[in-house]
């Protein structure tokens, strides 16, 4: 049976905190699905926890185990799965603001009823900073018009602060499957690529002006903290690759210039950040990594590693010798506490 939207929630030891995921995500109704993805969890009930809401609610709610595969991992068994039009992944300590998601479900309904389906919708999301109990929400008003459809030649200027994150987007399911997403195994921080990859093969988008996810940040072992990315680089790094490898950028820039330069700022941001973290790391074999990864983008295209390297965000990460490398970390440092990114 066909749903209106697959939610795949990738599940890892989330016992402590993913019932309040899923009890917002219960809140769409019937013609929602929710994949619970239990990726190999031992050390709690997470198993058990994704059974039981699948005993319970039989018609929305399907419990996947299999053995770890990592977050990506998650994400592809959510997709090869899903019966929903559209897909959304809720990583299982975040949430969803259940009036933001009832006015999401009812535009998407009205598109299906019209027979005029999106390519992608995106809404706002918030970060909730557990270290401090503060909100930052991040909107689009100044990038994408509101209240209609719309193509890529209509985008603004997006700000440091409004890249296009996994909270943000919700793909039409197909798209996600021609264009032959699959997010590597055993790999952080590939939310960049299920975010970036299918961007060319989208037509037409959908801007909903509403606080829709909730992203919780600040956990000591979460992902995004300063000292666990500079532990797992290597993984950043797979990811960045990847995110080179996938798609000519030249030619999506002649087809369209705005995405085009959207996607270039975008891999030269995440560039910049793997760039930061080996110079963070710090040793030989790290900054030896970091000239591998910029000689290899120089390969690919040698104009293009010229102007991402030069001539913007990655500049400021790449000043030579160790009192520049010193004051690239502090730029970061200060990047860091104004946007609240990690």
């Known amino acids: 049976m066909e749903k209106l939207i697959t939610f795949a ?3 890892y030891n989330s016992a402590e905190y993913m019932d309040h995921c899923v009890e ?5 109704g019937e013609d929602i699905e929710i ?3 239990d990726d190999g969890s031992t050390k709690d009930d997470t198993p058990a926890i994704c059974d039981r809401y699948a005993e319970q609610y039989p018609d929305i709610v399907r419990a996947i185990h299999q053995e770890n595969g990592g977050h990506g991992e998650g994400v592809n068994q959510g997709l090869r799965n899903a019966q929903g039009i559209y897909y959304k992944v809720v990583d299982s300590d975040d949430w969803l603001d259940v009036d933001a998601l009832h006015q999401v479900l009812d535009k998407l309904r009205q598109f299906v009823r019209d027979e005029k389906l999106v390519d992608l919708m995106i809404a706002n999301y918030v970060y909730e900073h557990v270290e401090d109990n503060t909100q930052r929400p991040v909107n689009y008003r100044n990038v994408f018009p509101v209240g209609r459809v719309f193509g890529w030649k209509h985008i603004k200027r997006f700000r440091p602060s409004q890249y296009l994150l996994m909270h943000s987007v919700i793909y039409r399911t197909q798209l996600l499957r021609d264009c032959g997403l699959e997010l590597p195994k055993h ?41 666990v990315m500079i532990g797992r680089v290597d993984q950043q790094l797979r990811v960045n690759y990847h995110m080179i490898d996938c798609w000519n950028l030249r030619e999506v820039m002649n087809k369209s210039q705005k995405l085009g330069k959207y996607m270039f700022n975008y891999l030269a941001m995440m560039m910049a950040i793997s760039s930061i973290f080996l110079t963070m790391e710090g040793s030989p074999e790290s ?4 000239t591998q990864l910029w000689e290899y983008l120089r390969t690919v295209d040698e104009k293009l590693y010229h102007r991402m390297k ?6 400021a990460t790449n000043l030579p010798n160790a009192p520049g490398r010193k004051v690239s970390v502090g730029l970061y440092r200060v990047a860091r ?6």
């Open 9 to 11: 929630v990738p599940c």
């Open 24 to 28: 917002t995500l219960l809140q769409g």
């Open 35 to 37: 994949i619970l993805v």
């Open 187 to 227: 790999t952080f921080y590939v939310d960049n690529i299920f975010v970036y990859e299918p961007l060319p093969l989208v037509k037409n988008i959908y801007y909903m002006d509403v606080d829709l996810y909730r992203y919780f940040i600040g956990r000591a072992d979460q992902s995004v903290n300063e000292s």
């Open 287 to 290: 900054l030896g990594k970091k």
């Open 310 to 315: 030069y001539f913007s965000v990655p500049a």
């Open 337 to 342: 506490r104004i946007y609240k990114f990690n």
